[in-house]
C-alpha cells in the first residue's frame, strides 16, 4: 500500500483496502476511456477510407463502365452503408 493510500485511511478513517478498490475502479474508467477514444479513432479512420475508395471507385466507374458489373458495385456500396450504420451505432 502506498504510503499516501495509508495517509488518505487514517486520515478519513475509510478502510484501505475500500480505497484500493476505489482505485482500481477509477483506474479501470480511465482504460474504458482510452479505449472508447481509441475506438472511435478506428472508426473515423475507417470512415475515411471508406469515403475516399468510394471517390476512386466511382471516378472508375464512370471510365471504365465495361468492367465493372453494376449490380457489384451496388452491393458492394449496400454492404458498406451496412456497416458504417453499424459504425455510427457503435460511437453512441
Known amino acids: 500500500m502506498s504510503y499516501l493510500m495509508y495517509n488518505t485511511s487514517v486520515l478519513t478513517g475509510v478502510d484501505s483496502e475500500k480505497l484500493n478498490q476505489l482505485k482500481q475502479c477509477i483506474d479501470n474508467y480511465d482504460a474504458f476511456l482510452d479505449a472508447r477514444i ?3 479513432q478506428s472508426i473515423a479512420n475507417i ?5 475516399n475508395n468510394h ?8 471510365k471504365n463502365l465495361t468492367k465493372i458489373n453494376p449490380t457489384d458495385s451496388d452491393n458492394i456500396n449496400a454492404v458498406f452503408k451496412k456497416f458504417l450504420n453499424l459504425m455510427q451505432y457503435a460511437e453512441k
Open 47 to 51: 470512415r475515411d477510407v471508406y469515403n
Open 38 to 40: 481509441k475506438f472511435k
Open 55 to 62: 471517390k476512386l471507385v466511382e471516378g472508375n466507374c464512370t
